[in-house]
């Protein structure tokens, strides 16, 4: 596979986190039961997305863009770090741990901020998930066109680099979502705060 996907590009125009290594190609191949034929597949076309199934090597928790963008950075800014992440039509994808899917809705029934979590789809063993493409692109006009797509685009934020990712597990899901959750209500209930102080305010 070679021929199609750089090992180590370092240009601000294809940035390492935009795209998947040979490892981390071999990584996400071993979800389905033929990696060989999925290798043959993206060989043939690189920049098409992927549907893997889930439960084998990882499982994904689909969030809300503006909910999964905090969690992610609440991993990254003061938590673990994060598996691989992906944007799809909208929302994140974070790539956890096998099981992290039927733990956590358990996880958060208990948790007091789970009111403030908006729904998530998690997606465990019998799911399948589509995932960016490998390789966006062949040359820098088109990575930036793929950039440009808005919203809707499927593209890596954190690619798979390596045979054997570290994957967040159930805990560490519930931690980013709580942190995520908190800091999202904050601004909303200073605000309603400063709603009522103004109420009792006399004018």
Do not use: K
């Not at 191949?29 to 992927?50: I, M």
């Not at 003061?78 to 790539?95: D, M, N, Q, W």
């Not at 890596?156 to 967040?168: E, K, M, Q, S, T």
Request: include cysteine.
């Amino acid at each position: 596979m070679s021929d199609w996907l750089p090992d180590t590009p370092r240009t601000l125009a294809f940035p390492t986190s935009a795209y998947v290594t040979l490892a981390g190609a071999d990584w996400l191949a071993s979800a389905g039961p033929d990696p060989d034929a999925r290798q043959a597949a993206w060989a043939a076309q690189p920049a098409a997305p992927s549907v893997l199934p889930c439960g084998t090597a990882f499982d994904v928790i689909n969030a809300p863009a503006l909910f999964g963008r905090r969690m992610v950075d609440h991993l990254w800014s003061t938590g673990p770090g994060s598996g691989p992440v992906a944007a799809h039509r909208g929302r994140i994808l974070l790539f956890a741990a096998p099981g992290a899917a039927q733990r956590l809705p358990a996880l958060l029934v208990w948790e007091e901020w789970a009111a403030a979590v908006p729904p998530l789809l998690c997606h465990g063993s019998g799911d399948a998930v589509t995932v960016p493409p490998l390789h966006p692109g062949h040359g820098t006009a088109e990575v930036a066109a793929a950039a440009e797509d808005g919203p809707a685009a499927s593209r890596w934020l954190v690619a798979p680099d390596v045979r054997n990712p570290w994957l967040p597990g159930p805990d560490v899901l519930l931690w980013a979502c709580v942190r995520a959750a908190r800091s999202m209500a904050g601004p909303e209930r200073d605000a309603a705060a400063q709603h009522r102080v103004s109420a009792l305010t006399p004018g």
